[in-house]
């Protein structure tokens, strides 16, 4: 009988745990592809910029791959500037020169993503299946970067190395790290934080930046901020006294508005744009869904005209503690880019 007791517990523990990693799966199969990175970004990552890359070729239908030119991923740059889909890379100056002498760029990247944080900047570039990276590490070697003794270590390169290339590449990359088993490159400037990347992760952290990422859902590109840096980088304070005075009793008018604890804007499959709020409360959402709707329907003070010149107003959702609004770019306006920097009225706090 003791046996057969222990034997159940045995099987009950594995069943638990089977059921944990199933759970996990699911999870990350449910989710966006910007949720499942997000959790690799540090901890301390105030903003964030992201770029589907293969969610931006397949929506301008454009066929890439390794054997693709420098001058093919410029005018394919071009062509996702145009559509609004590239505001958010790091990469833009640098791809031609990674296409031609590193043999990776937006043209075969799977995905990016750009955190900024008091801590440090780092670029996470996911690699796509079959990605050559024996190739990569030869390229390496081949342009001077020095070989780390640990295959998932930092090649460090250094700006002075990077200047040296057949043209301008971001010092964001000045120090790279291939982590094979998780299909990802990763680069920065700092060489020692890139060294602590995997300690410095967010993990499955919750709180108000991946509320936003969570409800943005399938974004092909997006600008993603805490509530702080939100506050401040769209706050009206960067506006002339005019503007500033005008916001205010705009903001007044819509009946006031609460500080976010997170924000994203993102460029969504078919041209539209979402917009996402978190908040402490679920009545501070409810609130500010109405506020918020007003001043987005109106003036746009500290960037002129109005926002129904901009793009048209759908659906406004309060649900929990996050507010999300649909947009409707109009013809000939970049959305995305124009409101991922201040003054912001609808998203001033």
Same mark, same amino acid.
């Given at each position: 009988?003791?046996?057969?007791?222990?034997?159940?517990?045995?099987?009950?523990?594995?069943?638990?745990?089977?059921?944990?990693?199933? =759970?996990?799966?699911?999870?990350?199969?449910?989710?966006?592809?910007?949720?499942?990175?997000?959790?690799?970004?540090?901890?301390? =990552?105030? +903003?964030?910029?992201?770029?589907?890359?293969?969610?931006?070729?397949?929506?301008?239908?454009?066929?890439?791959?390794?054997? $693709?030119?420098?001058?093919?991923?410029?005018?394919?740059?071009?062509?996702?500037? #145009?559509?609004? /889909?590239?505001?958010?890379?790091?990469?833009?100056?640098?791809?031609?020169?990674?296409?031609?002498?590193?043999?990776?760029? *937006?043209?075969? /990247?799977?995905?990016?993503?750009?955190? &900024?944080?008091?801590?440090?900047?780092?670029?996470?570039?996911?690699? !796509?299946?079959?990605?050559?990276?024996?190739? @990569?590490?030869? +390229? /390496?070697?081949?342009?001077?970067?020095?070989? *780390?003794?640990?295959?998932?270590?930092?090649?460090?390169?250094? %700006?002075?190395?990077?200047?040296? @290339?057949?043209?301008?590449?971001?010092?964001?990359?000045?120090?790279? &790290?291939?982590?094979?088993?998780?299909?990802?490159?990763?680069?920065?400037?700092?060489?020692?934080?890139?060294?602590?990347?995997?300690?410095?992760?967010?993990?499955?952290?919750?709180?108000?930046?991946?509320?936003?990422?969570?409800?943005?859902? !399938?974004?092909?590109?997006?600008?993603?901020?805490?509530?702080?840096?939100?506050?401040?980088?769209? =706050?009206?304070? #960067?506006?002339?006294?005019?503007?500033?005075?005008?916001? $205010?009793?705009?903001?007044?008018?819509?009946?006031? %508005?609460? *500080?976010?604890?997170?924000?994203?804007? $993102?460029?969504?499959?078919?041209?539209?744009? +979402?917009?996402?709020?978190?908040?402490?409360?679920?009545? &501070?959402?409810?609130? #500010?869904?109405?506020?918020?709707?007003?001043?987005?329907?109106?003036?746009? *003070?500290? &960037?002129?005209?109005?926002?129904?010149?901009?793009?048209?107003?759908?659906?406004? %959702?309060?649900?929990?503690?996050?507010?999300?609004?649909?947009?409707? !770019?109009?013809?000939?306006?970049?959305?995305?880019?124009?409101? $991922?920097?201040?003054?912001?009225?609808?998203?001033?706090?």
């Amino acid at each position: 009988m003791r046996r057969r007791w222990v034997v159940l517990c045995v099987v009950a523990v594995l069943v638990v745990s089977a059921g944990v990693v199933l =759970a996990w799966r699911l999870r990350a199969e449910e989710g966006s592809r910007l949720a499942e990175a997000l959790e690799l970004a540090p901890k301390s =990552a105030a +903003r964030l910029s992201w770029t589907d890359w293969a969610g931006v070729r397949e929506e301008l239908g454009v066929d890439l791959s390794a054997s $693709s030119t420098g001058e093919d991923v410029d005018d394919f740059l071009q062509d996702a500037f #145009d559509r609004d /889909l590239a505001s958010t890379t790091a990469l833009d100056a640098s791809a031609p020169t990674l296409q031609d002498e590193l043999g990776f760029s *937006p043209a075969t /990247l799977d995905w990016e993503l750009f955190s &900024q944080g008091e801590d440090g900047a780092l670029v996470l570039m996911g690699l !796509p299946e079959g990605f050559d990276v024996a190739g @990569l590490r030869e +390229r /390496l070697r081949a342009v001077g970067f020095e070989e *780390p003794d640990d295959a998932d270590g930092v090649w460090r390169g250094g %700006v002075d190395l990077l200047e040296g @290339l057949g043209g301008p590449v971001t010092p964001e990359l000045a120090a790279l &790290q291939i982590d094979e088993d998780a299909g990802l490159i990763a680069g920065s400037d700092d060489p020692d934080f890139l060294e602590q990347r995997a300690d410095l992760a967010r993990g499955d952290r919750e709180d108000g930046v991946s509320e936003v990422v969570d409800a943005v859902g !399938p974004a092909l590109s997006a600008s993603v901020a805490t509530g702080d840096q939100a506050c401040s980088a769209l =706050a009206m304070t #960067d506006a002339d006294p005019a503007d500033r005075t005008r916001a $205010s009793e705009l903001v007044a008018r819509a009946g006031g %508005v609460h *500080p976010m604890t997170g924000f994203a804007i $993102s460029g969504q499959p078919g041209g539209g744009v +979402r917009v996402a709020m978190a908040f402490e409360t679920d009545e &501070q959402a409810r609130e #500010d869904a109405d506020s918020r709707s007003k001043l987005a329907a109106g003036p746009a *003070p500290g &960037q002129g005209g109005s926002f129904p010149e901009r793009f048209d107003l759908g659906r406004v %959702v309060a649900s929990g503690r996050v507010l999300t609004m649909a947009m409707t !770019p109009v013809e000939g306006n970049f959305v995305l880019s124009d409101l $991922s920097h201040g003054p912001v009225l609808f998203a001033t706090c």
